[in-house]
């Protein structure tokens, strides 16, 4: 079982930035792969990005390719969303997962835990 909580959501202007945090519980941290989806009202959840197990490997979505840096530390079992140059498009709420497996997984379906949640909203 693994346990996640996000944090870090807020208001922001169109081209600022936000970092987003995602604690993980469990011992087992290091060996998922660890994604970041969002979802808009009346939109589905959308894939964001996600890191391999390790931290080396990245996929991003190209909405937000160039502009969203995932990190991790598995010393701190946390995941971070670096958002820069938010646009009004970005606006959601953010969820971080975890899964077994390859990193490059864009598919929701295919995670297992998954935290509550943080509002991201961006002003124009």
């Known amino acids: 079982q693994v346990q996640l909580v996000e944090s870090g959501g807020g208001l922001v202007q169109t081209g600022g930035s936000l970092r987003l945090s995602c604690a993980a519980s469990?011992?087992?941290?290091?060996?998922?792969?660890m994604g970041w989806f969002r979802q808009a009202p009346g939109r589905k959840r959308d894939f964001v990005g996600s890191?391999?197990?390790?931290?080396?490997?990245?996929a991003y979505s190209d909405s937000v390719k160039g502009r969203f840096t995932i990190s991790r530390d598995n010393a701190r079992n946390t995941v971070w969303l670096q958002m820069n140059n938010l646009e009004p498009e970005d606006t959601a709420i953010y969820y971080c997962?975890?899964?077994?497996?390859?990193?490059?997984?864009?598919?929701?379906?295919?995670?297992?835990?998954w935290g509550q949640g943080t509002q991201v909203t961006v002003s124009s």
């Open positions: 890191i391999s197990s390790t931290g080396p490997n990245t």
């Open positions: 469990g011992r087992t941290f290091s060996t998922y792969t």
């Open positions: 997962a975890s899964k077994s497996g390859p990193f490059n997984s864009p598919n929701a379906e295919r995670y297992d835990y």
